[in-house]
Nanobody, 119 residues
Framework: QVQLVESGGGLVQPGGSLRLSCVASGITFSLYAMGWYRQAPGKQRELVAGILRGGNTNYADSVKGRFTISRDNAKNTVYLQMNSLKVEDTAVYYC?????????????WGQGTQVTVSS
């Protein structure tokens, strides 16, 4: 069975930081592109950051310079370091694993972790 488990979400003040983790099992992790997506209330799901198996990364314009995606293949884990958090970053953050870059249209998904940015 394939499982992606996110953790690290929580409540943080504007300007603060959080690090999200996603641990994958049931897949050959090193072969997969990994991505972080988020969905805020009343909004569509959007790609936050992606990392290919070769290490290339891409980010949404709204988080560029503030968030960093990384992966540790030995731990089957992808991370999202979030700095300088803003209220508008509040969302449920989801982890995706896919052998192909499909913009989240396929692959495996975690159940999400809530990030709330509030004073």
């Amino acid at each position: 069975q394939v499982q992606l488990v996110e953790s690290g979400g929580g409540l943080v003040q504007p300007g603060g930081s959080l690090r999200l983790s996603c641990v994958a099992s049931g897949i050959t992790f090193s072969l997969y592109a990994m991505g972080w997506y988020r969905q805020a209330p009343g909004k569509q799901r959007e790609l936050v950051a992606g990392i290919l198996r070769g290490g290339n990364t891409n980010y949404a314009d709204s988080v560029k310079g503030r968030f960093t995606i990384s992966r540790d293949n030995a731990k089957n884990t992808v991370y999202l370091q979030m700095n300088s958090l803003k209220v508008e970053d509040t969302a449920v953050y989801y982890c995706n694993a896919d052998l192909r870059v499909t913009g989240g249209r396929s692959g495996y998904w975690g159940q999400g972790t809530q990030v709330t940015v509030s004073s």
